[in-house]
T-cell receptor, first 113, second 112 residues
Framework: AQSVSQHNHHVILSEAASLELGCNYS??????LFWYVQYPGQHLQLLLK??????LVKGIKGFEAEFIKSKFSFNLRKPSVQWSDTAEYFC???????????FGAGTRLFVKA | EAQVTQNPRYLITVTGKKLTVTCSQN?????MSWYRQDPGLGLRQIYY???????DKGDVPEGYKVSRKEKRNFPLILESPSPNQTSLYFC???????????FGPGTRLTVL
């Protein structure tokens, strides 16, 4: 069965610190990968996605993620976080060509001003 | 304005009383999906639809029904709600598999 594991449930950082959120998935075939963000009181927004090509993808708000196929990982990074990045972050996986989507449990990020 | 709308936004009901949560999109999207969000579990897909009259089960379909009789609407039906269906529900739509999903504002359901 497919699954998505996000390693940290809660992360606390100071402004300007670097961020890396882990995401590993379990699936035997090819996948499409997503990171979504949910700001307090809002619904989900897409940060970035990987379908094919360059495994390093850049998204909005300075976020990027790297797909490492051999490690079944799709970690999210940002070199310098801001207070406004305080949110919950979700990794999601979808088998290529399908619409069934598996989300990770989420990582709550709190950035101290 | 392009959007996904859900109604109601908040609902408190009792066990066994059938209810429907509506979802409508005005973007002519092919794909629509229902998710529930629970603390510590993230989002779990309930059902999805890849076109009119084409629906399929997600990860947690038990206790739910859906229909897709027209492209814009994708209602979620709870025939006999139970307290374990207390959750925050999101509808989403997407024009293609490659493009992002647009999420609705969410429906907070409490089943007593």
């Amino acid at each position: 069965a497919q699954s998505v594991s996000q390693h940290n449930h809660h992360v606390i950082l100071s402004e300007a610190a670097s961020l890396e959120l882990g995401c590993n998935y379990s699936y035997g075939g090819t996948v499409n990968l997503f990171w979504y963000v949910q700001y307090p009181g809002q619904h989900l927004q897409l940060l970035l996605k990987y379908f094919s090509g360059d495994p390093l993808v850049k998204g909005i708000k300075g976020f990027e993620a790297e797909f490492i196929k051999s490690k079944f990982s799709f970690n999210l990074r940002k070199p310098s976080v801001q207070w406004s990045d305080t949110a919950e972050y979700f990794c999601a996986v979808r088998p290529t060509g399908g619409f069934k989507t598996i989300f990770g449990a989420g990582t709550r990020l709190f950035v101290k001003a | 304005e392009a959007q996904v709308t859900q109604n109601p936004r908040y609902l408190i009901t009792v066990t066994g009383k059938k209810l429907t949560v509506t979802c409508s999109q005005n973007m002519n999207h092919e794909y629509m999906s229902w998710y529930r969000q629970d603390p510590g579990l993230g989002l779990r897909q309930i059902y999805y639809s890849m076109n009119v009259e084409a629906t399929d089960k997600g990860d947690v379909p038990e206790g739910y029904k859906v229909s897709r009789k027209e492209k814009r609407n994708f209602p979620l039906i709870l025939e006999s709600p139970s307290p374990n269906q207390t959750s925050l529900y999101f509808c989403a739509s997407s024009p293609t598999l490659e493009l992002k999903q647009f999420f609705g504002p969410g429906t907070r359901l409490t089943v007593l």
